[in-house]
């Protein structure tokens, strides 16, 4: 294979669009409780939703999926969605608007270049809500390469950090939420082996809550 010059610097995943059984169901969790806004809705096929009015960071469609189950065990495809938050304190906001929907943890971690929560959408693919350090905090070997980790998240710690802010309307929230409904587990339980060898599984999965707040380290 040719060896061609890297990539531009400033190249990045603009969007990831996802197939979902239920849209509805999708928004409630996307927009519901994350936070994103709605920009476009192509009936009961497809929406396409951003952060901070962009055309759109997440497309999510029933073309090929409606009615449909996540892939088993032992299948290839998205491990995870990575949304990464600007500050700390927006991490910690995003935190507290899953506690607040009873929305388990798989597992939350600090990977010294970054603090990381792990969870499902209601399709069960992954979602990663993430803030990165500041660059001059990364952790290096001694030959001056990147040496990232996987350490336990203090949530407690984190929560602390949470900043108030500006909450939308109760009529706009009240028309994204109007037909969340819970979603059943998937059946199986899906591990990962992370880099000292301990066995992290997504199941059972951590209830967290303002009280009492507990979490898995998970690979980024």
Known sequence: MPQNPPIIAGTRIGHVHLKVADLDRALGFYCGVLGFELMQRMGSGAAFISAGGYHHHIGLNTWESKGGHPPPPGTTGLFHTAILYPTRPALADALYRVIEAGIELDGASDHGVSEALYLRDPDENGVELYRDRPKEE????????????????????????????TPRSAEARSAVCESMRPWPDAPGLRCARAPQDEVLC?????????AAVSSTAMQP
């Open 202 to 210: 997504a199941r059972p999965r951590i209830m967290i809550s303002t």
């Open 138 to 165: 990364w952790p290096r070997a001694p030959d001056g390469s990147l040496a990232m980790f996987t350490k336990r998240l203090d949530l407690e710690d984190l929560l602390r950090q949470r900043e108030s802010v």
